[in-house]
């Protein structure tokens, strides 16, 4: 594999599935939402959106998209506003985006409920990519927009597999039992020599974010130790 996209809808594993994608095929370089303005900024003087460092990891508006370079796995969010300035729309853009690589994945989540309580907790407690036990979370109208946008990712990602007669891969068949895992990963991949590695490390349900009940009461009982 050269070139690789994951398309997906937002707190579904689309980041660890992109992390083991990466080692798995030693891509030389993963780019991670580089259409995310929320991770980017724009230059005053220039008018060009550029990696903030500031603001983390992620690349910019300036990354070749345009020509992508071989052996790179990108992973991008459905969420609006995350495509080039060019394009007006972001069904459109994904699919012009989508024709330059030799691998693209579709991946979204069944349990909506999960999905949104992962997102506000993201939004009100910074639990984005570390594992939490869960806390409460409030919605008002500040939020509105950014929910309606959230489930109408859904929308845009069965637009897409509709357009380009692709399969939906969905978090809870790859973040799962191992044998279920394995199905999915080569329906969406192909054969790996040493998947068992790749699950262990990237993939089994006890890596998720969210810990249960029981977990979370025995940290906080060894933490109160």
């Not at 603001?55 to 998209?65: M, Q, T």
């Not at 054969?191 to 969210?210: G, I, M, S």
Request: proline share 4%; glycine share 2%; charged share 30%.
């Amino acid at each position: 594999m050269t070139k690789a996209l994951i398309i997906a809808t937002g707190r579904c594993g689309s980041s660890a599935l992109a992390r083991a994608i990466k080692e798995a095929y030693l891509c030389e370089e993963w780019y991670d939402e580089p259409f995310n303005p929320d991770l980017n900024s724009t230059n005053e003087i220039t008018g060009v959106r550029e990696f903030d460092e500031a603001k983390g990891k992620s690349y910019d508006f300036a990354a070749p998209w345009k020509d992508v370079p071989p052996n790179t796995i990108w992973k991008c969010l459905l969420t609006l506003d995350n495509h080039p300035e060019e394009y007006k729309d972001i069904v459109e853009f994904f699919l012009d985006f989508s024709k330059q690589f030799e691998k693209v994945i579709l991946l979204s989540r069944r349990n909506n409920a999960e999905r949104f309580y992962s997102l506000m907790m993201g939004i009100q407690h910074s639990q984005w990519h570390r594992r939490y036990w869960p806390l409460d979370v409030t919605i008002n109208s500040e939020h509105f927009i950014t929910i309606n946008d959230f489930f109408d990712q859904n929308k845009r990602i069965e637009t897409l597999a509709s357009k380009t007669n692709s399969e939906i891969f969905y978090y809870e068949d790859l973040f799962t039992d191992e044998e279920t895992s394995s199905k999915t990963w080569s329906r969406m991949l192909g054969e790996t020599n040493d998947f068992e590695a790749t699950y262990l490390r990237w993939l089994q349900p006890k890596l998720r974010y969210r810990m249960k009940p029981e977990e979370a009461q025995s940290r906080a009982r060894q933490k109160n130790i």
